[in-house]
């Protein structure tokens, strides 16, 4: 696990499309909602250009979510929850998605509202078993 600027990378030893097809069934089998799914290198190719795969997963859970935001509203610039599945140069291929503890210290949350979300990184780690 590698963590900047409140990222965290994790190397996939699958394909990006099934990295986020992974998670999604980790996420949904935990009652977590999918919000949407973006494939950013669909997207890309629609206007004619070229994008390595990429694709961006959107979840959460509004019973967790809210109480975060009505403690600090301005979270829900990054709630939903977001997870991003892309392929690097080297045709690796990684699953980005922000520090619990980077939001925490961004939006000077209290560690209980933090667990809120902090759970959804072993639902991550499970999806790249």
């Excluded at 909602?33 to 494939?39: E, K, L, P």
């Amino acid at each position: 696990m590698n963590a900047s600027n409140g990222i965290i990378n994790q190397p996939s030893p699958y394909s990006v499309p099934t990295t986020i097809d992974r998670l999604e069934a980790v996420l949904q089998a935990k009652g977590i909602t999918i919000f949407a799914r973006i494939d950013q290198q669909a997207e890309a190719e629609k206007v004619g250009l070229r994008l390595s795969p990429t694709q961006l997963l959107l979840f959460g859970n509004p019973k967790a979510g809210t109480p975060l935001m009505v403690a600090e509203p301005t979270i829900a610039l990054d709630l939903p929850l977001k997870a991003l599945a892309w392929e690097a140069a080297d045709n690796k291929v990684w699953l980005s998605y922000n520090d619990p503890n980077y939001l925490k210290q961004r939006f000077s949350l209290c560690d209980e509202l933090i667990k809120n979300i902090a759970v959804t990184t072993p639902l991550i780690n499970q999806a790249l078993l």
